[in-house]
């Protein structure tokens, strides 16, 4: 039976991203398409009720199981506090996973919230999660990014 996968959404093709683009990637949806996967699609930030557009953000201290233990922050490219409006948008998307049945994601590297490799603290692109992979990864969903697609399970 086809399996819920949770995606990001501008992977999809929907304009989510803080400059209003998507990153739509084929490769993604050939995947998806060729393991009969139904993706539900996701945008954290926008979950958190930020705006598109909206600035971009930065780890400061760490990433995102730093956040979730509360020894990081995120902040925006101006210098705005965010840590708390991102540990919304990662709470809410991990509400959708379990109300859409989905054990893994398929998740935006080097997001501030979707990174499952890498991303950014400050300029310096860091080993880490995004805050909402972290959570969805305590919780117990297998994370991947799109740079993953070939050691997913199906
Ligand atoms: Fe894409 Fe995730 Fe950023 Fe939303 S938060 S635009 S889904 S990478």
Redesign the pocket.
């Known amino acids: 039976m086809s399996q819920p996968i949770l995606v ?3 992977l999809l093709g929907l304009q ?2 803080y400059d209003g683009a998507s ?1 739509n990637h084929p490769g993604v949806q050939d995947w998806l398409s060729r393991h009969q996967r139904i993706p539900v699609p ?5 979950l958190a009720g930020l705006p598109t557009p909206r600035s971009r953000t930065f780890f400061q201290a760490g990433a995102g199981h730093e956040v979730l233990e509360g020894s990081a922050q995120v902040v925006s490219e101006h210098g705005d506090e965010r840590t708390a409006v991102f540990l919304r948008g990662a709470r809410e998307t991990l509400k959708i996973a379990r109300l859409c049945g989905c054990r893994q994601a398929l998740l ?1 590297e080097r ?1 501030p ?2 990174g499952v490799h890498e991303v950014y603290c400050g300029e310096e692109k860091i080993t880490g999660l995004g805050v909402a992979a972290a959570l969805l990864q305590r919780s117990g969903i297998e994370v991947f990014s799109e740079e993953d697609l070939d050691a997913i399970q199906t």
């Open positions: 990001s959404a501008c989510t991203r990153k996701v945008c954290p930030e926008q935006k997001s919230s979707c």
